[in-house]
T-cell receptor, first 114, second 111 residues
Framework: EAGVVQSPRYKIIEKKQPVAFWCNPISGHNTLYWYRQNLGQGPELLIR????????DSQLPKDRFSAERLKGVDSTLKIQPAELGDSAVYLC????????????FGQGTRLTVV | QKEVEQDPGPLSVPEGAIVSLNCTYS??????FMWYRQYSRKGPELLMY????GNKEDGRFTAQVDKSSKYISLFIRDSQPSDSATYLCAMRKTGANNLFFGTGTRLTVIP
């Protein structure tokens, strides 16, 4: 079974430029998460989807970040415009609702803003 | 104060040693306790999870939860160089799907 797939793996952009990340969750997983992991820190939740509905986006900086999950499967996370402080690893994870202990992570997208 | 505290290390041990990794937390609503392993430039990989208090064993790994002390541990027996990674504790509340992570402890097992 394929795991969570993210692309690109690495991205370097100049500040003020837009950037987008893509995630394909494990088949059948209705819960999808985007986390941000700063260097030397644990992941922090940005947004959580149940199917196509964003049920927790309280930590998403909505002035520059947006996300969507079309048809309750793939998801994209966008930053516009990017700032230097956005440099981090952006992790996508998926799981099954009511199986609360299990979230499976992709390899992440490492973003560097210069 | 963060809800989950974890000593970032780094921690270096010789091959074959017993490793003890720990986290403390402040929110008594946490009911699920997880340990993730993260290799360099990879995503976190779920190692073990425990519901509420108690112990759970899986091969060389043992997870312990002491809710009265708000303290969780992961023990690795007969540590191997392949165990070298960052270990993240994570927790969630019943009915909520968000994970709260510690900062991770970087472990190196020296051959």
């Amino acid at each position: 079974e394929a795991g969570v797939v993210q692309s690109p793996r690495y991205k370097i952009i100049e500040k003020k430029q837009p950037v987008a990340f893509w995630c394909n969750p494990i088949s059948g997983h209705n819960t999808l998460y985007w986390y941000r992991q700063n260097l030397g820190q644990g992941p922090e939740l940005l947004i959580r989807y149940e199917n196509e509905e964003a049920v927790d986006d309280s930590q998403l900086p909505k002035d520059r970040f947006s996300a969507e999950r079309l048809k309750g499967v793939d998801s994209t996370l966008k930053i516009q415009p990017a700032e230097l402080g956005d440099s981090a690893v952006y992790l996508c994870a998926s799981g099954i609702r009511d199986r609360e202990a299990e979230a499976f992570f992709g390899q992440g997208t490492r973003l560097t803003v210069v | 104060q963060k809800e989950v505290e974890q000593d970032p290390g780094p921690l270096s041990v010789p091959e074959g040693a017993i490793v003890s990794l720990n986290c403390t937390y402040s929110n008594s609503a946490f009911q699920y306790f997880m340990w993730y392993r993260q290799y360099s430039r990879k995503g976190p990989e779920l190692l073990m999870y425990t519901y509420s208090s108690g112990n759970k064993e899986d091969g060389r790994f043992t997870a312990q939860v002491d809710k009265s002390s708000k303290y969780i541990s992961l023990f690795i027996r007969d540590s191997q160089p392949s165990d070298s990674a960052t270990y993240l504790c994570a927790m969630r509340k019943t009915g909520a799907n968000n994970l709260f992570f510690g900062t991770g402890t970087r472990l190196t097992v020296i051959p």
